[in-house]
Structure formats: C-alpha cells, structure tokens
C-alpha cells in the first residue's frame, strides 16, 4: 500500500504540473489534507434560460478531478465536449457500508434532473453515457435520463458471488443503464449485457465499483484519446480505468475525502 506521505507528493506533483483552467478550484495543501483555496462555485438558476446563457464557460480541462457539485461544476465547461460518460451516482438509498460511511446526496433526489440535464449537456452530439443505478428508485432514475433528453438504449447486469444484503430476496447483482444523445452508431462488436464483478472490499469507498467492469465499458463506447468523464467520480475508479486504456478523463467529487483519495490514486497511476 502507498502510503499517506507518498500519495500526497504524487498530489502536489500533478497540481503543480497540470495548474487549475480559470474559474474552477485551487487546491492547496494544509497540513495532510487537500482542500478547496477558493470559493464555492455559484450554482445556475435552473429553468432560467437567459441566466444560463449569461454563464461564462471554460474550455474543458483534462486529466483532473475538480472538488465540487457536478450541478455546479457541468454548467460552467464547454458544451458538446465530453466523448463518453461513466458514473455511478447515488442510488438515493441513504445507504451506509458496515463500518458507518455514506454517500453525499443520497438522501434525496433534488440534484438528480438538474445533473443529467448538466451531463447531457456536455456530451458531444451522438455519444452514450453509462449509469448505475439503485432499482427500487430506477423509476426516478428513467424520468431523470428523459427530461434531459437521454434515451435508455441498452441495460447491463453485474452478477455478484457474494450477497452485498437480504430482504426479500437476496441481492447478488449490479445494474447500470446505456444511455444515448443523439443517434449515435451501433458498434460493430456489441458488448454483452452481462459483465464480470470482482469483489473490491470497498477499500476506498463504500460503493466502489471494480475495474473489471469499468474497462470493458470504457472500451466499448469511447475513443483512444477521447475524453471520459464521471460527474460522482467517488473514489475514481471510472477515472483510472480511462487512465489505463488511454483516454484521457475528467472527474467532479463532492466529498473533500474522497476527492483526495481520487486524486492521489490517480496520480500515483499515472506517475507508475
């Protein structure tokens, strides 16, 4: 395992060579933590079309993870930029891990429209999006993905060896949407609705999603050299898969910690 000091070297390493594009968070050290040096981003008015074309945009950037609220952070980057989307957002299930931690937001669903409708916006004309989802909320989720204009093309299914919770029934299963803006092409080889789960201990967040069944998504629907970016980027396992298979990546984390935990992952990754 890196250890604390090492993985904050890599940190500072990367801040110092890539900066921060204009209008979007610094991050400075203090003490053993990363944390935000400027202000929160203001958040649009939604429903207010005049404000949101007032907004100043920002060329996208690349190969970061910005510390902030998607809802606040999409708006402000450039429109039509962003080749794939892969995320796993929070199943509004105020679910807590057994050692006591939780997911930012997913107590409720007052971010849920306005966040797709941000990720659609971004998204390049007919390109795809990927999204876990909770089942006993897919409802909420399907309105979400429609009122931003998104259409469900495809569903996947991760089945587990081990049982994550029972109720009724057992739970031994993952599931995510394929999501389509625009008319993008079928590929050539489909990928299977069925992908491989690998347990991950949830070592460094308590949804974390194994790279096993982040890679082939990754390599289905993006481009080597093409940006993909998750909007909850958690600990940043979507991130480094793109990392590993050449894209480039761009993620948005709400929570400080694991924001940082992202982030030196990655950096560590990328300096391998």
Request: charged letters at 15%; proline letters at 9%; glycine letters at 8%.
């Given at each position: 395992?890196?250890?604390?000091?090492?993985?904050?070297?890599?940190?500072?390493?990367?801040?110092?060579?890539?900066?921060?594009?204009?209008?979007?968070?610094?991050?400075?050290?203090?003490?053993?933590?990363?944390?935000?040096?400027?202000?929160?981003?203001?958040?649009?008015?939604?429903?207010?079309?005049q404000?949101?074309?007032?907004?100043?945009?920002?060329?996208?950037?690349r190969?970061?993870?910005?510390?902030?609220?998607?809802?606040?952070?999409?708006?402000?980057?450039?429109?039509?930029?962003?080749?794939?989307?892969?995320?796993?957002p929070?199943?509004?299930?105020?679910?807590?891990?057994?050692?006591?931690?939780?997911?930012?937001?997913?107590?409720?669903?007052?971010?849920l429209?306005?966040?797709?409708?941000?990720?659609?916006?971004?998204?390049?004309p007919?390109?795809?999006?990927?999204s876990?989802?909770?089942?006993?909320r897919?409802d909420?989720?399907?309105a979400?993905?429609?009122?931003?204009?998104f259409?469900?093309?495809?569903?996947?299914?991760?089945?587990?060896?081990?049982?994550?919770?029972?109720?009724f029934?057992?739970?031994?299963?993952?599931?995510?949407?394929?999501?389509?803006?625009?008319?993008?092409?079928?590929?050539?080889?489909?990928?299977?609705?069925?992908?491989?789960?690998?347990?991950?201990?949830?070592?460094?967040?308590?949804?974390?999603?194994?790279?096993?069944?982040?890679k082939?998504?990754?390599?289905?629907?993006?481009?080597?050299?093409?940006?993909v970016?998750?909007?909850?980027?958690?600990?940043?396992?979507?991130?480094?898969?793109?990392?590993?298979?050449?894209?480039?990546?761009?993620?948005?984390?709400?929570?400080?910690?694991?924001?940082?935990?992202?982030?030196?992952?990655?950096?560590?990754a990328?300096?391998?």
């Amino acid at each position: 395992m890196v250890g604390a000091k090492a993985l904050y070297t890599a940190q500072l390493a990367v801040n110092s060579q890539i900066g921060s594009p204009r209008g979007l968070p610094q991050f400075a050290h203090d003490g053993w933590r990363l944390a935000p040096s400027d202000v929160p981003l203001s958040p649009p008015t939604w429903g207010s079309q005049q404000r949101e074309a007032n907004m100043t945009t920002i060329d996208i950037p690349r190969n970061t993870i910005i510390h902030g609220d998607c809802v606040q952070v999409l708006p402000q980057l450039q429109a039509g930029s962003v080749d794939f989307a892969l995320t796993d957002p929070p199943y509004l299930a105020r679910y807590k891990s057994r050692d006591g931690r939780g997911v930012p937001n997913d107590d409720n669903d007052r971010w849920l429209n306005p966040a797709f409708a941000a990720l659609y916006r971004v998204l390049a004309p007919d390109s795809f999006a990927v999204s876990f989802y909770g089942w006993p909320r897919a409802d909420r989720f399907m309105a979400a993905y429609r009122a931003a204009g998104f259409r469900v093309v495809g569903h996947f299914v991760c089945p587990k060896r081990y049982t994550s919770s029972a109720a009724f029934v057992s739970y031994r299963h993952e599931c995510a949407h394929l999501l389509a803006k625009g008319e993008p092409a079928k590929p050539q080889r489909p990928i299977a609705d069925v992908l491989p789960w690998d347990y991950t201990a949830n070592k460094l967040h308590p949804t974390q999603k194994p790279l096993s069944t982040l890679k082939p998504l990754v390599l289905a629907f993006s481009r080597p050299g093409g940006l993909v970016l998750d909007p909850f980027a958690g600990s940043g396992s979507s991130l480094l898969a793109a990392q590993q298979l050449g894209r480039n990546w761009l993620g948005v984390e709400l929570d400080a910690g694991y924001h940082a935990i992202a982030s030196t992952r990655l950096a560590v990754a990328g300096a391998a």
